[in-house]
């Protein structure tokens, strides 16, 4: 049981580049979470998913994409990257929204120059 | 707009207790979380309360007081391992999380 995972640990990208950032859970959560986490400041929500189909955005998703083709697996999608996107991303999960515990992936380490 | 206010860094002693306070202010009030997250690590699950109380778990304790918007997060017998970032986090009407900026505890021997 690996819980949440997401690939890459790290990566540096140059402004307008694009890439996708991988999450996948083997826990069957339907509840599915994207934030952004910058230095002295609270996790950002990006966009979230209530199942496979579903998705929605959250409080910052400007510049990001996301699908949801499948229960497992939440890529995000950053299209014509730019430093104001350099931060540590989380991909979380959880069996549902209200009163259930958020299992968070290691996190992925973004630079953008 | 929605805040939550938390002490940016605290000291404390090993084998001494700490309190970490967080306020709130969000639009609704759907439970709010505790997390603990040691530096370069992901955010893990510490407590959980939705109602006014003491919620108790082991070393680790979290109080409520919703009328008040007021959560704090007691640490008894505290360990070098206990050294990391706390993260206060409100489910808000929309059940989303807000989250605190967290507040970075320093244990000394």
């Known amino acids: 049981n690996a819980g949440v995972t997401q690939t890459p640990k790290f990566r540096i990208l140059k402004i307008g580049q694009s890439m996708t950032l991988q999450c996948t859970q083997d826990m069957n959560h339907n509840y599915m979470y994207w934030y952004r986490q910058d230095p002295g400041m609270g996790l950002k929500l990006i966009y979230y998913?209530?199942?496979?189909?579903?998705?929605d955005k959250g409080e910052v998703p400007n510049g990001y994409n996301v699908s949801r083709s499948t229960t497992e697996d939440f890529p995000l999608r950053l299209e014509l990257a730019a430093p104001s996107q350099t931060s540590v991303y989380f991909c979380a999960s959880s069996y549902s929204r209200e009163g259930y515990e958020q299992y968070f992936g290691p996190g992925t380490r973004l630079t953008v120059t | 707009g929605q805040n939550i206010d938390q002490p940016t860094e605290m000291t404390a002693t090993e084998g001494a207790i700490v309190q970490i306070n967080c306020t709130y202010q969000t639009s609704g009030f759907n439970g709010l979380f505790w997390y603990q997250q040691h530096a370069g690590e992901a955010p893990t699950f510490l407590s959980y309360?939705?109602l006014d109380g003491l919620e108790e778990k082991g070393r680790f304790s979290s109080f409520l007081s919703r009328s008040k918007g007021y959560s704090y997060l007691l640490l008894k017998e505290l360990q070098m391992k206990d050294s990391a970032s706390y993260l206060c986090a409100v489910m808000d009407s929309n059940y989303q999380l807000i989250w605190g900026a967290g507040t970075k505890l320093i244990i000394k021997p």
């Open positions: 998913s209530v199942g496979a189909g579903i998705t």
């Open positions: 309360n939705v």
